[in-house]
């Protein structure tokens, strides 16, 4: 069964960059679409990014466009979410969820897509 394990999370500044992980233990993701969410207090879960399987489309948030960038590693074993530019508004628990997919494409904001979801990792941006 596919667990996914999010990790990466932490405390940066304003303007700091963190690089995010989904692992699948045992698992390639190759053939997986694999969204990236977020919540944070107080707000409901958004869609930040995803990737469709066999490293099909990629697509973001208005938000985060141009300074996020998703891709998956060699290995086909862990996608990355790498952020840069961070603000205080991307402060929030990230979880990544996958789901089954040979079409290559991918759901941004629709959280009933993916079928698995990983615990999640905090972000906090502050000075």
């Known amino acids: 069964q596919l667990q996914l394990v999010e990790s990466g999370g932490g405390l940066v500044q304003p303007g700091g960059s963190l690089t995010l992980s989904c692992a699948a233990s045992?698992?390639?993701?190759?053939?997986?679409?694999i969204g990236w969410f977020r919540q944070a207090p107080g707000k409901e879960r958004e869609g930040v990014s995803c990737?469709?399987?066999?490293?099909?489309?990629?697509y973001y948030a208005d938000s985060v466009k141009g300074r996020f960038t998703i891709a998956r590693d060699n290995a086909k074993t862990t996608v990355l979410l790498q952020m840069n530019s961070l603000k205080p508004e991307d402060t929030a628990v990230y979880y990544c969820?996958?789901?089954?997919?040979?079409?290559?494409?991918?759901?941004?904001?629709?959280?009933?897509?993916?079928?698995?979801w990983g615990q999640g990792t905090p972000v906090t941006v502050s000075s």
């Open positions: 969820a996958a789901v089954t997919s040979f079409g290559g494409s991918c759901w941004l904001n629709q959280p009933r897509q993916y079928d698995t």
């Open positions: 990737i469709g399987s066999r490293d099909g489309s990629t």
């Open positions: 045992g698992f390639t993701l190759y053939y997986y679409a």
